[in-house]
């Protein structure tokens, strides 16, 4: 009866069964106490109840049959399929059973041959024997008596048969004096008194004759008999004719009536009684002994079955808890903390439900702490993967094999591949057609390999793709079953360093064109001032020599002043004049003012119609396309078929849009050594650069919020990549920026 | 839920109850003819009394038993209830006349003892003592001032028994005494 919880109805239902049999039984027995003492009361209203207590004793043992027949085949049912705890009670059943039933064979045997023999004893063939003779002796001492009255009576009556009438009664009288005799007269035909002589005075009249008393009179035959009083007083009753012989005609006869005396007839009454008393128990001698058998058998069954009823209702009771607490326990097994069992009672068993309860309570706590550690774990799980995945910055958990076990989206990112579905994949089988993850890849492999845990350094990674330096850092993480797992964060620093050369750069120019120009101008009025003062009044070979000098002294001045000027250009941060423009409109512009240039360049444009305007300073963006259309040509001196695309390109990025815009060739491409430093200010291949072309370019487009990328074509020939925000919102808000690292990772 | 009935079938069920009231509907050791032959009564005085002539069985097992030393004891049960229309008859008089035979050994004779009085009769044999046993002569049994309006319905019936037996022996035995035997009620309208 376990469940989350034992209801109320099963546990009631057995107890209101348990009263209402104690009840019935209980009624049962005061049923029987009170028909056995109405028995015994009053046996003539027992005989009527008969058949009622056989019957109540009979639907007794039937009831009693259909319980245990119930009882016995449920727990025949459950031992068969093995329903916990039926072998238990099966066990306990066969113990007490056998504990209740085996005394009571033994009682019930021992009494019904106590009984036997008991009742036999009763009956002695040395008692019956006694008796008899008593008997007979009693007979015979009366049998003396009756006869001598017998025989003085019939003398009497002879003797009177010739008296008179007076005689008669006188002699009666007399005799009946002599004789002590109680009564005696003589009777004539039709039983008519002739005379009569009495002991009581009170009385006048002879009691009345019996029947057969007349009948052997009549015959003429002499009567006598015994005749037992109700006091136990013997009467000897005496008749006789006054003669035997028929053929005289005279019907007179006489009657005496004897008293035993008392002793005798005590004596006589008691051998009476005991042999009565005898007989009576002799005839009952077989139906007591079977009633008694009967009985015993019947109450020997009563309390057989009621005893192993009992021991099955009592296993049962014993093992309900057992079978809750294996319930229970299976219950536990599925995971259902929730199981209560109910309080058996306060003994060691209910101690144990008790136990199992506070196990289950506290099982129950632990899972909901579990349950809720869990989720706490999975909240920060998911935090974790939501800061990972905003993160710029590259993690990788690698194992000692280098199996990938996270891996976040700015980590492929950055080494150029897609680490989404790594998870489960060693890093090194996922270096094909990716250089730069190569080199990462050695580079983790050398220091594991050196065995190296915990390590912080710059890894220079160089690749057709550019070159990429990541500031990278590894921490060993013990793992649960005590492998060790590398946990590697790595950041692209390339564009970082990158702008503090930017800036160092800057404050050089910056520095240049306050320490150089100033000087510049005083050299040069100085060296104008010189020819003029002195050119005409020197010999003109010497003039010749000063102009010379000082033409190359203003000249190289002059040469100096727009590399200063130049470098002020690219250390200088004008205010910006954001407008709307068509940015296509300006690509053609552009185009067309270097086709007559060099008749010999192809220059084709590829604009995207999507993009209708954008929100820039208009003139920096024509110096953004002057710059690179001019590094273009440079690029293309002394090809063949030179030719230069410009291509415009829409893109967006969730709300950010961007215009792309590409300018390539065909003519040798950057040099793979430089690829990473072309936008720093003196990087250049060409001999009459100045190195500051590309440098400006991409600071305009910092300054515009855009990015501008360099690589070389897979079919040859450099390509630049520039990108703006169309709107001056996007250029500023926070947002975009990450959008645009989106963009940027598309775009490569 | 399974009942007792599927255990035990019926036909067990009432073979066991028959079973058990045998020993009250037939006894083997009282064979023979009982019944009250006749009843009457008579008016005398405002008393009713009763006369009946009743036939009890006689055979050699009773004679045996006798002379073993048994009592029979022999009943006459008398009801006369006022007849009712629409519901049970009303008790108005439930008499018991009960007598006792025994055989005397020392003296060789039959007694007839009635068992309220303590009058005793001596019988040479047996037949006399039955006839007179089954001969009731002015039993008075009801009195004009119990009787109220209405017809009332007088019945006899006579039982016998083997008597004497301790009342607790009596508990003990009373489903193998076969020593029981009662006859059909007489019944007659009483004339008010």
Known sequence: ?????????????????????????????????????????????????????????????????????????????????????????????????????????????????????????????????????????????????????????????????????????????????????????????HERVIAVSLENPLESLPSRPPADLLRQVGERRAYVSLEPQAGGEYLIRTAAPFTENPSRRDDRYLIAIYEVPTQLAALSEAVQHAYSQYGELAALREPLKSSFRLTLTLVLLLAMLAAIYGAIFSAQRLVRPVQDLIEGTRAVGKGDFGTRLPLPSRDEMGFLVHSFNDMTKRLRRAREEATRSQHVVERERERLAIILARLTTGVVVVDRELTVSIANQAAGAILGTDLSAATGRALPDLTAGNERLGQFVAALAVRFAAGRGEWREQLDLDSASGRCILMCACTPQPGADGEVGYVIVFDDITTLLQAQRDAAWGEVARRLAHEIKNPLTPIQLSAELMRRRFLASMPPQDAEVLERATRTIVQQVQTMQRMVNAFSEYARAPEMRITRFSLNQLAGEVADLYRPHDARVEIRLELDERIDGIEADRGRVRQILNNLVINALEALDGVANPRLEIKTRFEQGGDAKYAVVTVCDNGPGFQRELLSRVFDPYVTSKPKGTGLGLAIVKKIVEEHGGRVDADNRPEGGGRIRVVLPVTDSTRSGAGARDRRGELRREIV | MLRAGQFIPRWVLSSLILAACAPVAYADALDGVLQVRSAYVSVEGGVFSLHARIDYPVNPVIRDALHDGVTLTVELDTRIERERRFWFNADVVELMLRREL??????????????????????????????????????????????????????????????????????????????????????WLLPV
């Not at chain 1, 009631?12 to 003492?37: D, F, H, Q």
């Not at chain 1, 009053?42 to 009882?71: D, M, T």
């Open chain 1, 1 to 189: 009866m376990v469940t989350a919880g034992v209801t109320d109805a099963t546990k009631t239902k057995p107890r209101w069964r348990a009263v209402a049999l104690v009840v019935l039984w209980a009624g049962v027995g005061v049923g029987a106490l009170l028909l056995l003492a109405k028995s015994v009361q009053n046996s003539g209203e027992f005989s009527r109840l008969q058949p009622w207590i056989l019957l109540l004793n009979l639907i007794g043992v039937i009831a009693l049959l259909a319980l245990l027949a119930r009882k016995i085949t449920q727990l025949v049912r459950d031992y068969r399929a093995h329903v916990p705890g039926s072998r238990l009670t099966a066990r306990t059943v066969a113990i007490f059973g056998a504990l209740v039933v085996a005394p009571l064979l033994i009682v019930y045997l021992f009494s019904l041959q106590f009984l036997n023999r008991g009742i036999d004893s009763w009956f002695h063939v040395e008692v019956k024997q006694g008796l008899n003779d008593a008997l007979v002796l009693s007979r015979s001492a009366l049998d003396l008596r009756v006869r001598e009255y017998s025989r003085h009576t019939e003398n009497l009556a002879h003797s009177l048969l010739d008296a008179s009438a007076e005689d008669v009664a006188h002699r009666v009288y007399e005799e009946r004096r002599a004789t002590g005799a109680l009564e005696m007269a003589v009777f004539g035909a």
């Open chain 2, 102 to 187: 025994d055989y005397h050994a020392v003296s060789d004779r039959y007694l007839v003892r009635d068992v309220r009085t303590g009058n005793q009769k001596s019988f040479a044999t047996l037949e006399e003592a039955l006839t007179d046993l089954g001969t009731v002569e002015d039993w008075p049994v009801l009195t004009e001032p119990q009787l109220a309006e209405g017809s009332y319905r007088i019945s006899v019936r006579a039982g016998v028994r083997r008597g004497r037996l301790p009342a607790s022996l009596r508990a003990l035995m009373f489903w193998t005494d076969d020593w029981h035997r009662v006859s059909e009620w007489y019944t």
